[in-house]
């Protein structure tokens, strides 16, 4: 590591707010730290800092504001567009949230939960759970992602269809700013109008105002009932369908309404040990339906062959398979929880993380399929995801006999070629997993003009000297 | 007026802007606009603005920037807190969104509801009810309220146990910012992480960071089914108890769980024709429980009766009545709405909109009742709302006795008595009416420091000169 990165002066000064513990800085130690999972970004670091509390948070970002160093805060690193990785300039340092993990306090009369940022979703959840609760948040990667990355990205997940985004689950936040004042925002209130929402502005923000350190979370009741199905259906037109039909028959029912295609299907019974097909073989499109109920006899499991059958006869469904047991409960959504990974043992994939409105999902889903397999032949759209809160992945794998780097040299053209129908359909090129560093450059053409201004005047405003998070967010 | 205000070159130029039907500037016809209905503010105005466009809004905005005149926009002029009144200075314009009412779309498949800021809340619901929808913000101003008041004071209200506050219910905004800049943000996605959650900043800003034109709303199932009670129960406690009771049994349905102390429904009864107790007379504490379901065959009515009866049993709850129609079930709710009316007919009164984590209501209720006797002895403490939200108008009613010159001269020692003890709670002084003119100067003592100097530096940034609702939010 070059001299300038390891000047003595800031580093001491580091050592002596976090103590011998608190902070890293041979290469070897910073190393994980560098590059973000998917491997797209690396950069470098002169020391990694673990502080322990918020004071110190606070004591480690004014130490950086006064001597110009610029902080990348990181949880799980688990961000798919680059949003926790360094840049390749001197004078950064990484701070990371992990050893502050601790459940500060659950109430479950208020139903909250106030837990500090590093707290991995997991644990959260099994805490809430082992309270006879339930936070509701639901991703793949909740066994790394911690809940201040989860609420600086605004994470979506599995059941923003029935319990909204990270941002909808958060009550109150505690936040170190640019300059290393702390905001206490911890209230535990479901109504509380004195002043500007500057939470609401953190959460999404993606660290580039200042550092969630802790935030109250809403508990709810834990789930009485659940029932399960995968649903053979004849087009994207049925799926939707399908969903209007259980919405309208028990709305508050629906945890997750998941789309997934025949190539996807296809892709995770060829790359997924043990993954077998409840229903039968060659259909084009699924649907993984979850419901469930804090109630007592909710009797969901009626309903769901009820509007299943009533569907059939409409031939919105032409076969469907409904979970015996918590273990074939488990065995269809792993169907689709292992898209990713079968994606990935099966050749180089460009993701495309977009919404639209729910209606136009359909479409989407058709226009792009048809439009990408044009741009590169033999190419394979994998659209799945979260047809109930209008998110899909709309990503494609590589034609067989492609070379890799050959198609992810497309990447852009993909990207473009899919985004162009999205804002046809008044949707968003970034759903649920943020700008990060990827997207930075679509800021300007999406965004742009009054709205943009508007968050250059609230980014300069807060965090004068850009020492937060750069390179992130805005262009 | 004096000729200062009567400049003809800026009227000239709304006028241009505007057309004959755009302005108004006779002294008589500006007299409904210039004070809150409350009677605690009076300003005046050189105009009132009629735009019935976001062009014209833009185009006066810019005007005002430009020539230094501070607007102020009203909707329904329904604040509670003197939020859309003028101040008693010259150059300055009240910019009336109510020719702004259209209902620009509406979506039963997205749930989605495009309208216009300057809708009256009641027509939106009627809109929604039109569709076989349910939009569910409810209050008691909802015949005069304006969608876009509504946004920027975050209204909360009857269903937020439910349904959330404004907030919760607005997906996507138009706004129209102090340099006259335009927000074209009227998406209707749940999910959409691309860059900062402006819309959040402008839901609660109540005007001074610029003006909500238009909102993507969210719609829901109509019930089919309710189920209605008055319950007399005989503490604070058992009030709370009765809550977890029905949030235990089935969260989802609790539509409404409203707080009404013996005494405020005495003044009821008392003070409002018609009205009368369906249950035993002389208990001290009452409950409204409204439980609502989207789904056939929910048994609400069933559910409301085992709920009722365990809760006697433990006895938390000493007499009943449910709702047998549609007519006692607006007979029962009219005894919690008409509680405003019959504290004004009763006399003076001070009203306290302030809110504590749901679990500590009880001891809300109980402390401050107690304090505000021993502070103004022969004083009627009239604690009625939100329970299942935390917010509890806790309001007090003049001694009988007493002239009501003399009662309102203590009226910020009875802020103060009330507020001490939310302060120590964990709460907030203002749970849903917003800050105003009439608590700005209780900011910095609540949210003074870092937090309030975020506030200050965002208002800063996004209104440079100040022109958007000065007096408002920050001190």
Redo the contacts between chains.
């Keep these: 590591m070059p001299d300038d990165l390891r000047s003595p002066g800031p580093l001491d000064a580091f050592r002596r707010i976090l103590g011998p513990n608190g902070i890293l800085t041979a290469e070897s130690d910073l190393e994980p730290y560098l590059a973000d999972w998917r491997g797209l970004y690396r950069g470098r670091a002169m020391a990694l800092l673990r502080p322990a509390s918020t004071e110190e948070v606070s004591a480690c970002v004014r130490l950086c504001a006064e001597q110009g160093i610029t902080i990348i805060p990181q949880g799980g690193n688990t961000s798919m567009v680059g949003g926790a990785t360094p840049e390749a300039k001197p004078n950064q340092v990484i701070l990371s949230l992990a050893r502050m993990n601790r459940v500060r306090e659950i ?1 479950t ?4 939960m106030t837990v500090e940022a590093g707290l991995i979703l997991q644990k959260a959840q099994q805490v809430a759970a082992d309270h006879g609760t339930l936070f509701p948040l639901s991703l793949g990667a909740e066994g790394s992602a911690m809940i201040g990355g989860l609420l600086s ?2 994470a ?1 997940g599995n059941t ?2 029935r319990y ?2 990270a ?2 689950l958060m009550l109150g936040l505690e936040v170190v ?1 640019p300059d290393g ?5 911890l ?12 939470r ?2 953190f ?3 993606e660290g580039t ?1 200042g550092i969630i350190t802790a935030a109250v979370l809403r508990l ?2 834990a789930a009485k009932e659940t029932a399960t199905a995968l649903c053979a259906v004849p087009s994207e037109d049925a799926a ?1 369908a399908l969903f ?1 039909r259980f ?7 629906v945890r997750a309404f998941e789309y997934m295609s025949g190539i996807g299907m296809g892709l995770v019974m060829d790359n997924i040990e043990g993954a077998t097909l409840p229903v039968a073989p060659g259909f084009e499109h699924f649907v993984l339906v979850d419901l469930s ?4 006899g909710a009797g969901l499991r009626n ?1 769901l062959e009820q509007v299943l059958e009533a569907a059939m006869e409409a031939g919105e469904v032409l076969d469907a398979a409904l979970a015996e047991s918590e273990a074939q409960r488990a065995a269809i959504w792993r169907l689709r929880e292992e898209h990713p990974e079968a994606q990935k043992r099966a050749g180089a994939s460009v993701k495309n993380d977009v ?5 136009s999902v359909p479409e989407l889903i058709r226009r792009s399929s048809a439009e990408l397999v044009k741009l590169i032949p033999g190419s394979r759209p994998v659209p799945f995801g ?1 047809m109930g ?3 899909i992945h709309m990503n494609l794998e590589q034609p067989p006999e492609m070379p890799a780097a050959d198609f992810l040299a497309r990447a852009h053209d993909i990207m473009d070629c899919v985004n162009a129908i999205v804002r046809e359909l ?10 990060g560093r990827l ?1 930075t450059d ?2 300007e053409a ?2 742009g ?7 250059q ?6 965090d004068p000297k850009g020492i937060m998070n750069p390179g992130k ?2 262009p």
């Design positions: 109430d009369a208020d139903m909250t990205t605004n979506g923003t269809v909204g985004n941002r909808e700013l004042g702390v905001i206490n925002g209230r535990r209130l479901r109504k509380d109008n004195t002043g500007y929402a500057l609401h502005l959460v999404g923000a105002l709810f009741p939707l209007r919405r309208a028959a028990d709305e508050g029912a109920a804090s109630r007592e309903l919404s639209v409105p729910v209606s979260h809160d209008g998110n008044g949707g968003s090129f970034s759903a649920e997993h943020g700008v997207k679509m800021m999406w965004r003009g009054a709205e943009l201004a508007a968050m005047a609230i980014k300069a405003a807060l967010v805005l």
